[in-house]
């Protein structure tokens, strides 16, 4: 998991970016239409506020990053669920959600971020969530992928993920990786097509999910292009921005909503 910073995540709590609204004109979904479809849950919308949630601080490896519970905990109330941050951090905090009763668990350390249901003792990890959500969103703001060729940056935990998720959705994948091997690797899991040339591969493709810290020169972007990138950090320049039809990104809320809502699926 890409360790976030503090600056990062610090308009989450209040939606400083107002991230409904931005997705709506994007894909045509809010974050909970997003999350919900990443679910398999073919419904317009759920009542979601029988499920409590406990977000535990974890103070492990590097420790707390400041803001992520509050982050976290406010994703999920946009969601509709009960949600509060425990007062204890780390195992206590854990035994203090069981205690309580709660339906879900999510909890981040250095290396992890899951949410865990304790009704059907199953979880969904941040790599799922975040390729999950991001595919389906670029699959919304796309007219759909079926047939269609789509470049995935990245090769790591959430790349991968991308890569299977994409394919199961009829896209002709291509992945590229700034360690080749890791890409061939996909290409002969997955049966999709490995790239070595990143610039070359971005500037032939007009659907990107990008899942890897990444600087996008304007030049190599196709006009109209639709980018869906939870890679972090990220940069794109003028040019570039005024030639993609859609920049779909936001530090947190996307991945960890997918997480709840799939996670809480295993109860329903």
Known sequence: MTRLTPDLIEGVPDDVLDLDSRLMMMTGKTVKGIALEAAGLDVEDMDLSGFRVAVVPITSGLGVISGFSASVDAIVRRLGMDSHVTSGTDVAGFAEGVAEGVDLIMMADDHKFIAYNTRANKQTDNSFGTAMGYAVALKNAAGGLEGKDVLVIGAGFVGSEAVRILKDMGANVSVTDILFEKAVVLQERYGVNAVEDVNDAIS?????????????????????????????????????????????????????????????????
Not at 219 to 242: K, N
Not at 244 to 253: Q, V
């Open 204 to 268: 032939k493709h007009g659907l990107i999910l990008n899942a890897a810290p990444a600087i996008f020169p304007g030049s190599l972007i196709q006009e109209g292009a639709i980018i869906s990138t939870p890679g972090v950090p990220h940069y794109f320049d003028e040019e570039g921005r005024a030639k993609a039809k859609a920049i779909i990104h936001d530090p947190l809320e996307i991945g960890a909503a997918v997480m709840a809502v799939n996670s809480a699926k295993y109860s329903l």
